[in-house]
């Protein structure tokens, strides 16, 4: 089981949870490249019930590249965005890997919104590989 522990850049939030990732993903849209600043996204999404939260975070709703809605949340001392809740992937809290403590054992197994990948960026064939989100 890998160590879901993690927090914010300030460290005001931390945040755990159990249990094995659902999905391990590299998401490319262009809405994660504004948010990290960078061509992508690792997003490692687990169950609600066993996502536990401490600290205050703030949140905002937004329409995704898939049309469908999400919800980020973010440290209010340092706007490390921690976490999105997506109409995509119902009843599950999606951590942003780079704010996990240990990324080691990160290993995606899917790519979304290859289309919106950087030019630079490899796309790996190991993975299974979306142009956009899924159905």
């Not at 522990?5 to 998401?27: F, H, M, Q, W």
């Not at 490249?33 to 061509?39: E, F, H, L, T, Y």
């Amino acid at each position: 089981m890998p160590n879901m522990n993690g927090g914010c850049l300030c460290g005001d939030v931390r945040y755990s949870a159990t249990g094995e990732p659902k999905v391990i993903s590299t998401c490319h849209c262009t809405d994660c490249q504004k948010q990290s600043g960078s061509a992508f996204v690792e997003v490692v999404a687990v169950p609600n019930e066993t996502f536990t939260l401490h600290g205050t975070t703030h949140s905002f709703t937004y329409a995704g590249d898939s049309g469908r809605k999400k919800t980020g949340s973010f440290c209010p001392r340092c706007s490390s965005m921690l976490t999105i809740e997506a109409e995509g992937f119902p009843g599950m809290t999606l951590i942003m890997g780079g704010t996990l403590d240990d990324t080691s054992w990160l290993r995606p197994t899917i790519q979304l919104f290859c289309d919106s990948a950087q030019p630079w960026v490899p796309i790996s064939h190991d993975t299974k590989n979306h142009a956009r989100m899924p159905t």
